[in-house]
Structure formats: C-alpha cells, structure tokens
C-alpha cells in the first residue's frame, strides 16, 4: 500500500505521539562522565578549550561525583594531572599517585556510581607518549609492564574498571594476567579497542597536558581511514579479556560502533571526545546552534548506532534535561 493510505506523518503530529513511538531513548544511566584530578585544595580550574568542564582537586571532584550519583548517572572515569612527570609515567602506577588518592577518596563517598580509571601514561610521561619510548619510538613490549603495573595500582585503590587506553599491541591481555595474579579477577576491563588518531582529541590534550613532547601518535592509535582494521582490534582485545570494547571518538566513527554492535556480543561503549563537545559548545556560543538539541541529538545518534554507555561531556547537563 501507498499514499494515500500510508501517511507516515500520522504519528509525528504531536508530542505524545512521537514520544509514543520513539525507537531510541537516552537515559542518564547511559552516561559515563569523565572528570580531570589534579593536586591542591579547593582547586575548580575551567579548561578554557571545554568551556563547563574543570580540572579539579580531590575535594571538588567529590563534589562532582555526588552530584553525578544523585542524577544518575552511571559512573565517572578519572583522568590525571600528577604532581610531576617523568620519562616512565611512575606517576601512573604509584600507589599514592593523583589518580589512586582520587578513587579512594570518591570510592569512601560514594557507593552507587562507578568509578573508572583510564589506563595509560601519557597524562604522567614528561615526553607526553602513552610508553616507554626507545630512540623516539613508543616500545610496545616494555610499555605492557607499565600499564599492567598501572592498572594493578588502580585496582588496588579500589577502582571498579580498568580501562586501558594506550593501544599497545597484548596490552589487554596482560593487564588481565596482572589483574588476576594480584587478586583481582573480578574487575572488568573496558578497552579503548578502536581507538583512532584523531583531530577530535585536540581540547582533551590542555585539560590532561598531555600533547607529545615530539611526533605524533599515529604510529599507534588507529588510521581513520580503516574499518577492516578496527573489527581486527576489536576482536583481539576479546581474544585477550575485554569485558566492554570501546570506540574512539563517537560521531566521526558511528560506522564502527554499528558494526561492533553487530559483530560483537559485549556491551559497546562510545567516547564522544573533547573536540566534538567543545564544537558544538562553540558553535552554541555563536548563535549557530541551539545547544540543548545539538547536545540531544549527538547523543541520540551515538546510542542509536549501538552504544551501551557514552563517555560524554555533556554527562551532567544531559541528565539534568532528562
């Protein structure tokens, strides 16, 4: 049958009717919100590239863990700012390092919000690359002691997943080996499985200081111009333990958190990164956007390609509108 017996636009002419017949729908439990930690007291330092967003000391940051436990929010995942850096990131894997202090700190406030820790060293590293670095090169064999060494350290504070981020070649796979040697076969491992080298980044690298001292980052994050390959990572990081594989960034990528939905019988993650949050803030700002729907609809779009949980920015502000 055709028009005019099927008028599609029957059940768009309200409202009620289209919330009666919507296929997608957010949630504030779809939402992880990354937050930055950094030393002092009293410290709420606005990140001028991600207008709304903070670095924040221990005592703010639980202040924001609260409130994004009371809007329910699904968890928060943790970036560090150390004290100081040094060639092998020791501030990752330090017991008493800037991130391990922060969960246990949150984790002794707040019971019912997960608390994520991002697994690299490029936060930690004076030469800003996510390893160990040999004659101006990221070695990837050397770098897994580290980062199984981090995520032990994470864990121990009492961090509910491990999420590394590095995209080392074995990294999952040895994380799991260390986790479970030291007692903690229970925490899940969410992997940044495909995660691309992109221009998206750019905002997060002031909030976290972490550009590179030198290069680049593409001889190990992923080219953006390849789907194939991420199916392969994807399945890898499987093979190795992975309990949530993730994709990196979300809206330049929704091609590849679809297929993984599709390919994959884990929950999918998503990170809308900073530069797809400071673009559409940007644009808000200049009278070009109506930020409330351009911030709905980015998030729509990210679950309705197959995402379980958003890493998002907009965490927060999204699950106050809901």
């Known amino acids: ?85 040094d060639p092998e990131g020791s501030g990752a894997y330090a017991d008493d390092g800037i991130v391990q202090r922060a969960i246990r700190a949150v984790k002794s406030e707040v019971n019912d919000l997960l608390v994520i820790a991002d697994t690299c060293l490029c936060e930690y590293t004076s030469h800003g690359h996510c390893g160990h670095v040999v004659d101006n090169d990221v070695d990837n064999d050397s770098t897994l002691e580290l980062l199984a060494k981090a995520a032990v350290s994470q864990a121990r504070a009492g961090a509910d997943i491990i999420a590394p981020s590095d995209m080392m070649d074995g990294r ?5 080996e260390a986790l479970d040697d030291h007692g903690f076969e229970k925490t899940p491992i969410l992997s940044y499985a495909a995660k691309y080298a992109s221009v998206f980044y750019g905002p997060f690298r002031e909030a976290a200081d972490s550009a ?31 309990d949530i594989i993730m994709v990196k960034p979300a809206m330049p990528y929704l091609d590849i958190v679809f297929r993984a939905k599709q390919e994959f019988d ?6 809308q990164v900073s530069g797809e949050y400071s673009m559409i803030v940007a644009a808000a700002r200049n009278g070009w956007l109506d930020l409330e729907r351009a911030m709905t609809e980015s998030l729509t779009s990210i679950k309705r ?13 999204m699950a106050k509108r809901l």
């Open 1 to 85: 049958m055709s028009f005019p017996t099927v008028r599609s636009r029957r059940l768009r002419g309200s409202p009620a009717l289209r919330r009666a017949v919507r296929e997608t729908s957010l949630e504030p439990s779809d939402f992880i919100y990354p937050l930055f930690v950094c030393p002092g007291e009293g410290v709420r330092r606005e990140i001028s590239a991600m207008p709304d967003n903070y670095q924040l000391s221990i005592d703010q940051l639980i202040v924001e863990a609260k409130e994004a436990e009371s809007l329910g929010i699904a968890g928060i995942i943790l970036f560090g700012l150390p004290e100081s850096k």
């Open 172 to 176: 999952v796979g040895t994380i799991r």
């Open 212 to 242: 590179p001292q030198f290069g680049d980052r593409r001889s190990y994050q992923m080219d953006p111009a390849n789907q194939r390959e991420a199916m392969r990572e994807i399945a890898l990081d499987v093979e190795e333990g992975a």
């Open 266 to 271: 884990l929950p999918v993650a998503a990170y």
């Open 305 to 317: 390609a197959g995402a379980d949980l958003i890493l998002t920015y907009f965490a927060k502000k």
